[in-house]
């Protein structure tokens, strides 16, 4: 697939999902806004707040007023991890769209990491952990569901639990993602290497939480994301339904 070669400064939208991210979010905008003042021609960054009950929605409008590259989506309800993504990518207007957790455990200055993948034909550049940071439990159930995608979806990166992506906003013309929880990561990757974007992957720094909790691991989100993920099975690989 043809794509358009990047500018030497090119155009980006760097966003983070956020719920109860009080102690970090502050940190990654800043860091955010600062490298991109110095890597892009273009940019903005974006903050989904999906329907926080911590100090988060104080911090990031006290952030706000001395950062008119800030955009701030609030959720008056949480809608889930899936929910935050899709916000973030339909506020998101920018040539190349950047997105990481907003829990701090990853550092968004290394995105000037991936910029040099974004060549001409590398639609998705995609991050995997050097080494996890967490704790014991986390790692055996991440590496599980990540064996289990890879195998039962053909996912072909090395790491689909690592939200450190970077990807043409072109590429994803056509995609429609459907779910609001963790699933749509196995969505959104199934379905880029579907439509034949081309993938580059490059190893990135992963640290332990030093705020907060998971959202995720607790029997019922674990259970629910089971069962969407089988339905996501059913729809993709059986019958084939991309839309």
């Known amino acids: 697939m043809a794509t358009k070669k990047l500018t030497a400064k090119p155009s980006i939208s760097v966003f983070f999902p956020c719920y109860n991210d009080e102690g970090s979010i502050a940190k990654l905008v800043n860091d955010a806004s600062a490298v991109l003042r110095r890597i892009a021609e273009d940019w903005e960054v974006i903050v989904v707040d999906d329907g926080s009950s911590d100090n988060s929605r104080k911090i990031l409008k006290a952030l706000a007023k001395n950062n008119p590259k800030l955009k701030i989506v609030f959720h008056e309800k949480n809608r889930g991890y899936g929910g935050a993504l899709k916000s973030g990518f339909r506020n998101a207007t920018k040539e190349l769209v950047f997105y990481t957790d907003g829990d701090g455990q990853y550092d968004v200055r290394e995105i000037e990491k991936l910029l040099p993948r974004i060549a001409d034909g590398i639609d998705v550049v995609q991050g995997y952990k050097l080494k996890r940071h967490d704790p014991f439990y986390r790692m055996i159930i991440g590496t ?16 689909i639990d690592c939200d450190f992506r970077l ?40 640290f332990p939480r030093l705020h907060g909790q998971s959202q995720f691991f607790n029997i019922r989100r674990v259970s ?4 969407e993920q089988t339905v996501l099975w059913w729809k993709l690989i059986i019958l084939k339904q991309y839309d």
Do not use: W
Not at 144 to 159: A, E, G, M, T
Not at 179 to 192: A, M
Not at 224 to 227: E, V
């Open 224 to 227: 629910k994301t089971l069962a």
């Open 167 to 206: 990807i043409r906003k072109k590429a994803m013309d056509g995609i429609t993602l459907h779910y609001d929880s963790g699933v749509i990561c196995v969505e959104l990757v199934k379905k880029l290497q579907k439509k034949g974007a081309r993938f580059s992957e490059i190893g990135v720094h992963h």
């Open 144 to 159: 599980l569901y990540h064996h289990f995608s890879r195998i039962v979806f053909n996912i072909k990166v090395k790491d």
